[in-house]
Nanobody
Framework: QVRLVQSGGGSAQPGGSLRLSCAASEYHTSTDCIVWYRQPPGADITGREAVAGIETSAGSTVYANSAKDRFSISQDNANNTVYLQMNSLKPEDTGMYYC????WGDGVCYPRAGDDYWGKGTLVTISS
């Protein structure tokens, strides 16, 4: 069964940095991008917000306005791993972060539905 294994995250102070990883044994054949989502505290699945996405073949990237100039998404194609480097962290970055396989279109990574396409999530807490 294909699955996404997430690592990284944890706690940091405002202004600090964290790096998240999302590794897959293999991607689904329909996958051409990976996207990171944040689910704020107290929000349900409908409250998830896209943070950053990367096209797995061309390496094109897309960021939410809140992540631009602070976060960087990258990939290691040899190991099917996508990273989210988060710098200058703010308390509002707090939440559960999920990576998901998706389809790239018009400069956006649209996540696939279904548990097989999503990681289990990793908690990021930013507080002083």
């Amino acid at each position: 069964q294909v699955r996404l294994v997430q690592s990284g995250g944890g706690s940091a102070q405002p202004g600090g940095s964290l790096r998240l990883s999302c590794a897959a044994s293999e991607y689904h054949t329909s996958t051409d991008c990976i996207v990171w989502y944040r689910q704020p505290p107290g929000a349900d699945i409908t409250g998830r917000e896209a943070v950053a996405g990367i096209e797995t073949s061309a390496g094109s990237t897309v960021y939410a306005n809140s992540a631009k100039d602070r976060f960087s998404i990258s990939q290691d194609n040899a190991n099917n791993t996508v990273y989210l480097q988060m710098n200058s962290l703010k308390p509002e970055d707090t939440g559960m972060y999920y990576c998901a396989e998706g389809h790239w279109g018009d400069g956006v990574c649209y996540p696939r539905a279904g548990d097989d396409y999503w990681g289990k999530g990793t908690l990021v807490t930013i507080s002083s």
